[in-house]
């Protein structure tokens, strides 16, 4: 049963790791660059870029240019939009229950 | 709201559901047992299921497809392992391929099914659902399965949390 779009597959994906994950509570604020972002990770500058060309693709951040500088911005909307999703699906075993309940009551 | 428990245990890769029906054991047993009454719930309204083989032995199989908004066709199969009417159903539940060959690249789902009568004319049904591995688990909740309810979780708790400070002090 394949119910996600594509694009909520790929965002699921994306934040399916746990680096991932903190950049976008970090990009959340809109304050920091690519640059500024990888000093939190013991990791290279160029595998951050990664993690976030990840999330970009994902539609869950985008880089914004404000004065001289660019930051990496969390789209919110996108994750509320995917929580909303999500909240369905949390129904799905739910609303199972439901039509099975349905059923009962109609033919005891 | 007949669910009245649900648990999810990450170490065991287990997801437990309880569900209590104003009926005997025999009753709901009929909700799995009858190919009709299962297609009636097993798929979402806009996901409606068809059961097209129902060989509910240890050993045997049931078959059925499902039709998307999009006339997109899902085709699913259980092997059954364990069936003792009205109180033990054990199966493990795969995608197949539209020819209806079992899709092997997609984890299957182990569901162990208890239905116990707990007095007054209740009866109580609990679903364990068991995944392979924790890699199955995050392929299936990629796909819109079992899974999804923790990435739920992992998004409200992005979203709850106080953003960093900014400047890279960092936590």
Redesign the interface.
Known sequence: MKIAPPDFDRMFGALADSTRRDIVRRAIDAREGVAELASHYPMSFSAVQKHIAILERAGLVTKRRIGRRKVVRANVEVLRAARRLLDRYEELWRARIDRMTAIVAEDP | ???VA?GKDARSRTMT?E?E???APE??WQ?WADPR?LE?????PT?PATVDAHDLRPGGRVEYH?R?PEG?L?R?FWEVDEVRPPHRLVFRDG?ANEDGTPNGELPMTTLRVTIEEIGGGKTRMS?VSEFPTVEAM?QL??????G??Q??G???A??A?D??E???G?R
């Open positions: 709201m007949t669910v649900v559901l569900a029906f104003d009926a009753r709901v909700l009454q009636r719930w097993w798929g979402p996901y499902m998307g997109d899902h699913g995608f679903i995050e909740a990629a796909m819109g399965m079992w999804l309810p990435t739920v992992q998004i409200d992005i979203l949390e953003p960093p900014a400047g890279g960092g």
